[in-house]
């Protein structure tokens, strides 16, 4: 821990948060609050925009005397820890008071960690700001973060991609007090080694390969579940199910425990203004969320919500089952299990055609996007065994004839790498 002495700087104004903060100036964000904002392009409400503008000094000016609300993004190699805590459960603050919620996590962060560099009060909670003598890659710096304050409701941020509004002079607060304050030029530093212990030495970051490929998969996880997050954002009336159904699978299989996976949910809801359901109570929700954790979704298939018989795949089923060297009883489970291969493929054709449900499947299977784009469906057994036991019989069949071709990829059902095929049929014909 050390104490740094800024020269040249009495109070908060842009220079000094360039300074000590270092913010990637090459984008930021803009809270669109008032019909007369000027980056209000349409509607009304409390939306975020990104803008992919320099963030000038003028605008940090703005944001820190409050005149706008401005979110700032990290560089790559940060020398700035920043925790956003909010209260999901009620009013944050009354006047300068915290909720009893907002206290006990922050009190609970401090049980790790020292005291924080800077505190900014939000309005649904708290920013805590640690300064660091060493820069360190980000995605490592928010692994290390992470693995501390796993048990704990928060978020890391800003990251390079998810931003946090830069700090307002008003809405400074003493480490201790949670009062308000006149930031000073003296703040305190830590070195990385003193809020992460062992876990920042390089013989601890060293691994094996495999533990290694681990960690790095679980650094992706965040932008990953993000970006799968935007398809249910906000939560419409009517589409709470919908949301759940798809979301926590995502996150059990990413390795959320149960809090985590409500945490998330709690800032999804936050931002869906137009919902007033169940969800709105904390107890119903972590019900909800605990239920799909009972369950086994480990091998959990996204299915298309009705496969429809598709007239135009008659002329291929019917040629098919004319060659099929099965007995005659096997007929019409055949005929099934045709038209629901061709209709799961269709399924998949509409679904590579959307870039977020595209983007959604790339994060339940592994490699998704990559296969689809070679001309490879995935043919899960889950599905196949659903639609006929015997399925082992007719798809060593229909690759024996030519209609389907396995891709040369390895398969690895434990890691959501299922079987993938091509279909090599045109139109009404079947080449063969």
């Known amino acids: ?17 360039i300074k000590i903060f270092n913010p990637y100036r090459g984008k930021y964000t803009v809270k669109l609050q008032y019909v007369h904002d000027r980056y209000l392009f349409d509607g009304y409400g409390n939306e975020w925009r990104t803008i992919y503008k320099p963030m000038k000094d003028f605008l940090i ?7 706008t609300i401005i979110g700032w993004f990290t560089n790559t190699r940060p020398n700035v820890l920043g925790i956003d805590i909010d209260d999901h459960d009620g009013y944050a603050w009354e006047g300068v008071k915290a909720s009893p919620r907002l206290l006990s996590i922050y009190d609970n962060i401090l049980k790790i960690f020292p005291l924080p560099s800077i505190v900014v009060q939000s309005p649904r909670g708290i920013h805590l700001y640690y300064i660091l003598d060493d820069r360190i890659p980000t995605d490592i710096l928010q692994y290390l973060a992470k693995l501390k304050l796993k048990n704990i409701p928060c978020e890391i941020r800003p990251t390079t991609d998810l931003s946090l509004r830069i700090p307002e002079e008003k809405r400074i607060l003493n480490p201790k007090t949670l009062l308000p304050i006149i930031i000073n030029n003296e703040l305190v530093t830590y070195h990385p080694a003193f809020l992460f212990e062992n876990e920042y030495l390089p013989g601890t970051l060293r691994q094996t390969l495999q533990e290694r490929k681990c960690k790095l998969r679980s650094l992706k996880a965040t932008a990953k579940l993000e970006q799968v997050e935007a398809l249910y954002t906000p939560i419409l009336p009517g589409q709470s199910n919908e949301a759940l159904n798809n979301l926590i699978p995502i996150y059990k299989n990413a390795g959320l425990t149960e809090e985590e996976s409500v945490y998330r949910m709690s800032m999804i809801l936050q931002k869906s203004y137009l919902y007033k359901g169940e969800l709105r109570k904390p107890k119903r929700l972590e019900q909800r969320v605990r239920s799909y954790y009972k369950r086994d979704i480990q091998k959990y298939v996204p299915k298309p919500k009705k496969l429809q018989l598709n007239l135009l795949h008659k002329p291929v089923v019917d040629t098919l089952i004319k060659k099929s060297p099965f007995a005659k009883q096997r007929k019409k489970p055949l005929e099934q299990f045709l038209y629901s291969i061709l209709s799961w493929c269709d399924w998949h054709d509409d679904i590579i055609k959307d870039p977020f449900q595209t983007a959604r499947f790339d994060y339940l299977y592994p490699y998704y996007r990559k296969n689809r784009k070679e001309g490879y469906y ?29 891709a040369p990829y390895r398969y690895c059902p434990q890691n959501g790498i299922c079987k993938y095929y091509k279909l090599h049929i045109k139109e009404s014909c079947i080449v063969l």
């Open 378 to 406: 995935p043919l899960p057994y889950t599905f196949l065994k659903r639609v006929n036991g015997q399925y082992p019989s007719i798809m060593e069949w229909l690759s024996r004839i030519g209609v389907l071709k396995e």
């Open 61 to 67: 000016e703005r944001a820190i005397r409050g005149v």
């Open 1 to 17: 821990m050390n104490e740094i002495h800024i020269e040249g700087f009495n109070c908060m104004d842009s220079q000094f948060f």
